[in-house]
């Protein structure tokens, strides 16, 4: 029965380590503000996702929104503001299935292997 725990952990462990700790928060309020380029550097949940995902090569950022038509706009416009401030659309992942329609969730997905700077060819 231990032996089987342990495979069960083993497994478990390295799902655990892909995905940043707990996700960023960015609520409908803190969107609301008219948006600029310095506005969304200053919300803390973009600055902080942002600056977690240019940490580690080949992460991709999930960007969990709420669902129905106000949900869809939001992590549209949300991605096009990233892409213009430099982030490349393909480390973005856009998923619906916040818990809350208040709240758009972002989390960074580290890679299953670690990516190298060198090139294999």
Known sequence: MSI???????????????????????????????????????????????????????????????????????VNELESWLVALGIPREQLDKTPGSPDPQRLELEVSRPLVPQSGASDA
């Open 4 to 74: 089987r725990v342990l495979s069960l952990l083993l497994l478990w462990l390295p799902a655990t380590l892909q995905a940043s700790e707990k996700p960023f928060v960015l609520t409908w309020e803190a969107w609301s503000v008219p948006r600029t380029a310095e506005s969304l550097i200053a919300m803390p949940a973009l600055s902080r996702a942002v600056s977690d995902l240019r940490a580690v090569p080949g992460a991709t950022l999930v960007l969990r929104y709420p669902g129905g038509d106000a949900g869809t706009l939001w």
